[in-house]
């Protein structure tokens, strides 16, 4: 089974090297509204003192610290796949041993993250040097911490993201539907302000959504800003969602490829 | 118990859900209401047993039904009615161990990665099928010296011609040696020598590891130098199920009478059978006549004219297939 992986890893990692400049451009896009709202943001604040108690260094480490949290706990599985159930090439997979999306759409998310990590440090180095932030809140323990917290992150995102994938069995419109899905993850996830400064009743909800533990969450745990409860807590709701986000998608995969089988592959 | 047969087909049926509406925006709007499908029958009630290391023609015409009973048979399609085993198995739940003993190969795509060399992609076929290194390297050994792969390998796919991709393909659809094998026009868009090189291959396959082969082809070559038996579909019904050769004298029980007459000589021999056309330019004037006649009218034929030279032929196998489409096979 880890020969499977490995080899998987190695042709994902080749063949995302063949289109390493269309991922550059991808790269550049998705950097570009957290470096503008770190700037946006830490400079209203280094002017006005603070905004909602967040100074301006909260602000820097924030959108630094969610620059990395969000490579992570990102998932890519809808352009992987949903062309492959809309043109019927899933069915090369379907004839393979072993499970599409749990082995190869998995494994090749992974070798998309640590690609766009290799081009992703060195950006975030010089942004470092840029707005010299201070990152002394940050522990050993508390980045100890954060990994299962990224890890449970990343798989609540891939199961979502696989579901929202699968919905493609039924429909072709399943790109708008992945639109409407990013638009709640922005609203309720931290990913363009941090939740601190979103109306209570925001944030309020957001506190048991899945999606603040894909960003907000593991970026205040690094950063050493939640009392041990509430991190307690949110690995209970890590562990929860990651389970339901399993079923969820085990429930529409097994469905969908019952569909795919009848309607013709 | 052995079980000596590989494919058990009972009754299987396959029918489609069409979507369907007249042209024009009033058609559009109301079908927007209300969807309005049709039912399409592509495989009906259709029976048939092959036994382990035979190799099979799945032949009709396009859209008979020929590669929706393929992806039934592979486990990619559940059937609307009717039974199928293969090895044993339901192929339509896919079991692991089902899916390590059958291929399918469809035309040009399926099991390459199209931006990296074959070779990866192979390796990657290596851990999914769980070979050991040694199974590995001997039957990629035995597939390069079947198929000449060489170097083509180690170049990304895409930049491949159709015909090195086909070959890539089949190694990529053979690693595992699978025991049963599905194949959908293999040799579909490749030149007579590439096409020749594939069905000697398939042949030595079957011979060294007994698999058995159930393959589709549009390609009378191949069905002749492959295949003993064949199954003919048509509409999604089964036509004809035997023997390659039992097939001209069921369908077309006919003879071709060859005739040579001294040059120059006009000659109206309609009145003996029908006169077809002569493809070889060896002169000869072709006459059709019931397998039944061909010895009264051979004599006719010699006691009227100066016959120069005189054959009889069993129809070409083209021509019998064909019409076996077109009507019922008498069993």
Aim: contains cysteine.
């Amino acid at each position: 089974m880890l020969r499977i992986y490995q080899r998987l890893w190695h042709v994902n990692w080749a063949e995302q090297w063949q289109y390493r400049a269309n991922l550059l451009m991808y790269l550049l896009f998705w950097l570009v509204s957290p470096i503008v709202y770190l700037a946006v943001w830490t400079t209203i604040a280094g002017a006005q003192g603070s905004i909602n108690g967040l100074t301006a260094n909260d602000f820097a480490t924030y959108y630094l610290t969610l620059l990395i949290v969000d490579n992570l706990t990102s998932d890519i599985t809808i352009h992987l796949l949903a062309y492959k159930i809309q043109d019927g090439t899933l069915s090369g997979e379907l004839l393979k041993p072993i499970h599409p999306i749990i082995t190869g759409t998995l494994t090749n998310n992974l070798a998309f993250k640590a690609l766009t990590l290799l081009v992703l440090i060195p950006v975030w180095l010089v942004l470092c040097l840029l707005f010299q932030p201070d990152f002394s809140g940050v522990t050993l323990f508390n980045v100890l911490l954060a990994v299962p917290a990224v890890a449970l992150g990343f798989g609540i995102a891939f199961f979502i993201g696989a579901s929202i994938t699968c919905v493609a069995f039924w429909t072709t419109r399943v790109y708008s539907l992945n639109e409407l899905y990013y638009a709640v993850v922005v609203l309720f996830s931290g990913q363009f302000v941090p939740l601190d400064i979103m109306p209570p009743l925001i944030q309020n909800i957001a506190q048991y959504l899945p999606f603040q533990l894909l960003k907000y969450f593991p970026i205040q745990l690094i950063l050493g800003k939640l009392p041990p409860e509430v991190i307690a807590r949110n690995l209970a709701l890590d562990v929860i969602w990651f389970v339901a986000a399993a079923l969820l998608f085990r429930w529409i995969w097994r469905n969908g490829v019952k569909r795919f089988s009848a309607v013709g592959a | 118990m052995i079980e000596t047969e590989s494919l058990q087909v009972q009754s299987l049926s396959k029918t489609y859900q069409v979507p369907e509406r007249e042209p024009g925006l009033g058609a559009a709007v109301r079908s927007f209401f209300k969807r309005k499908t049709k039912d399409v029958e592509a495989v009906n009630q259709v029976s048939f047993t092959v036994r382990s290391g035979e190799i099979v023609g799945f032949l009709g015409p396009n859209g008979a039904g020929k590669t929706t009973t393929l992806k039934m048979l592979s486990g990619l399609l559940h059937p609307t009615a009717g039974s199928a085993r293969v090895l044993g198995f339901t192929p339509w739940e896919r079991k692991p161990d089902f899916l390590r003993a059958i291929t399918l190969v469809m035309g040009q795509r399926n099991r390459l990665s199209w931006d990296i060399p074959a070779a990866d992609s192979l390796l990657l076929h290596q851990a999914i099928y769980r070979l050991s290194d040694a199974d590995y390297k001997k039957t990629l050994a035995e597939l390069d010296e079947l198929l000449e792969l060489g170097p083509i390998l180690r170049k990304p796919v895409r930049t491949l011609s159709l015909g090195e991709r086909m070959k890539c393909e089949l190694a990529a659809g053979l690693l595992h040696r699978p025991q049963v094998l599905f194949l959908d026009e293999p040799t579909i868009g490749l030149d007579l020598t590439a096409q020749a090189r594939i069905r000697t291959f398939l042949k030595e396959y079957n011979r060294r590891t007994q698999a058995t082969i159930l393959l589709t082809s549009h390609y009378m070559a191949d069905v002749t130098a492959l295949c003993e038996r064949i199954v003919i579909i048509h509409h999604g019904k089964l036509k004809y199920d035997g023997g390659l050769n039992d097939l001209s004298r069921r369908v077309a029980p006919v003879k071709l009478i060859g005739v040579a007459l001294p040059s120059g000589q006009p000659a109206d021999l309609s009145r003996y059978g029908t006169l077809l056309p002569n493809e070889n330019n060896d002169g000869k004037y072709l006459v059709q006549v019931p397998a039944a006649e061909v010895a009264a009218i051979t004599a006719r034929l010699l006691s009227d004219l100066p016959v120069h030279d005189l054959t009889i032929e069993d129809p070409p196998i083209e021509a019998v297939i064909e019409s076996a489409f077109n009507e019922q096979v008498p069993a």
